[in-house]
């Protein structure tokens, strides 16, 4: 069973049980404007507040997400999937993490001055107007929340159009802004594709999207026209590199989290493992252990670790790239097969070649790819053979020899023994065609505003 949409109704179906959990009405796509005009109305009022302003407004929905978190996670948990305890901790940390964001937010985009011995520059940012957020269902509150905010910060007003698959969710998160913020600052499109492709055409300022790569071309396209500002983080591929000297219970622990949590629909799991093969029985069994003891059901039992496939079309590609690869000579390690309902077994496979698709397409799916390597400039090759470059991991003890061959990936993001997340303040960036433009840290809030030089002579 998949999520459909008609003309008017969006069917929300539970992907655990193939019940219906909920039935929303569309938006309809003739409103799209009207929409886009409350949102332009609206703009100069919200842009005539300060940041800090702004963000005392923003904050107080904090509180009220860590409040309705487990409310909210039952049901991201029934519409998506994903097991409850992950479904609340995504809640609770965006409520939580709140104040740290918007106090990182108004610090970056506060006027900075340059000097020379004739001029005075101020560079300022300003509100773009208005801003469209596109988002995915993999984190149906993390997604909305990591654009959402930095574009309200700066002073744009915001139109989120979350996906199809999340929508009941994303109404709720919305709903909770929507408690202090001014009206028509933020508002929700409820509808699938076509409506996302109606509001990159309008007269919108900035598209912050986040999905596929395929979308991402689409939207880049159509903002080219008229040169409008965007963002896009799209898919990845992430390889991850185990060298001989690895530490192999870390890197098994980290390889078989970041292959499955989620089911493996996360931007940033680990697709491909490139291992040094004087390690790769040890490793591979290490994985196998691990993996043996995830219990796959549905998000709402407390022993579940993994959740099903977002719906039947997402299970269906896994499945047939899995059947190619399996055509091509790849052999199923563990797992494999159909799997019942939405679900997809957890599956290593391994005897892989950079022939197959499945070592450079994403996958988007729990399949652990592994492949050995003799010599660790070719494992930085094959990791780089992709046409995607978002995340990537290389685990050995000698963090020197790790640092080298991370500056030679082609990733945006490499994580050495550990996963590719930076600390507190860095960017969530892709190279390649995981990402045109990035967001978070300091950096990526600025990309949210248009910065403007007002200089003077020195008196
Ligand atoms: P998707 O591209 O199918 O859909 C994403 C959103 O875009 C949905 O709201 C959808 O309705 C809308 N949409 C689809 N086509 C559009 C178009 N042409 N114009 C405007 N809007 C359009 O992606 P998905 O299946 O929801 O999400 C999975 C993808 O998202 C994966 O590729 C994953 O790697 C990627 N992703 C990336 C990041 C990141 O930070 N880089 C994070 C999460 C997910």
Redesign the pocket.
């Known amino acids: 069973m998949t999520t459909t949409t008609s003309d008017q109704v969006i069917q929300s179906i539970n992907p655990a049980t193939g019940e219906i959990f909920a039935s929303l009405e569309m938006s309809p796509l003739e409103d799209v404007p009207r929409i886009i005009s409350r949102a332009r109305q609206a703009q100069p009022g919200w842009a005539a507040m300060d940041a800090t302003e702004r963000a005392a407004i923003i904050a107080k929905a904090g509180p009220r997400l860590v409040e309705e978190s487990e409310r909210i996670g039952r049901m991201l948990t029934e519409e998506m999937g994903k097991p409850l305890n992950e479904a609340i901790g995504e809640v609770k940390h965006s409520g939580e993490s709140l104040d740290a964001q918007l106090e990182e937010i108004v610090e970056a985009l506060k006027p900075r001055e340059l000097r020379d011995e004739n001029t005075i520059t101020t560079m300022q940012m300003d509100p773009y107007g208005v801003c469209v957020s596109?988002?995915?269902?993999?984190?149906p509150i993390l997604?909305p929340h990591?654009t959402v905010i930095p574009a309200l910060v700066a002073g744009n007003t915001v139109i989120l159009?979350?996906?199809?698959?999340t929508t009941a969710v994303a109404i709720e998160y919305v709903s909770i802004l929507n408690e202090f913020l001014p009206e028509n600052v933020l508002q929700v499109v409820v509808?699938?594709?076509r409506?996302?492709?109606a509001?990159?055409k309008g007269d919108v300022n900035l598209?912050a999207?986040?999905?596929?790569?395929?979308?991402?071309q689409?939207?880049l396209a159509?903002a080219g026209a008229d040169l409008k500002r965007v963002i896009?983080?799209?898919?990845?591929k992430d390889p991850m590199i185990v060298l001989h000297d690895a530490d192999i219970d870390a890197a098994a622990d980290f390889a078989v989290n970041n292959s499955f949590r989620n089911a493996g629909?996360?931007?940033?799991?680990t697709e491909r493992i490139y291992v040094d093969k004087r390690i790769e029985s040890e490793f591979e069994a290490a994985m196998i252990e691990r993996t043996n003891k995830l219990i796959q059901g549905n998000g709402l039992d407390p022993d579940t670790r993994i959740g099903p496939m977002?719906n039947s079309n997402?299970k269906q590609k896994v499945l047939a790239q899995l059947e190619k690869a399996g055509q091509e000579g790849a052999r199923v390690v563990m797992g494999g097969g159909a799997g019942e309902g939405n679900f997809v077994p957890l599956t290593i496979l391994s005897d892989l070649n950079h022939d197959m698709e499945i070592m450079r397409e994403?996958t988007?799916g729990p399949i652990a790819c592994v492949m050995s390597f003799e010599d660790e400039d070719n494992a930085v090759d094959l990791a780089n053979d992709t046409p995607f470059g978002?995340g990537a991991a290389i685990f050995s003890k000698d963090v020197q020899r790790a640092s080298r061959l991370a500056s030679g990936m082609t990733a945006g993001m490499v994580g050495i023994n550990k996963g590719c997340g930076g600390a507190k303040g860095s960017p969530?960036v892709?190279a390649q065609q995981?990402?045109y433009g990035f967001?978070s840290g300091p950096e990526g809030h600025r990309q949210f505003a248009q910065l403007r030089t007002i200089s003077v002579p020195v008196s």
Do not use: Y
């Open positions: 596109i988002t995915p269902w993999n984190f997604m990591s159009k979350p996906s199809e698959e509808g699938d594709e409506h996302g492709k509001l990159v598209i999207f986040t999905g596929s790569r395929e979308a991402g689409h939207i159509t896009l983080e799209l898919g990845g629909q996360v931007c940033v799991s977002i997402q994403e988007f978002l969530w892709g995981s990402g967001h």
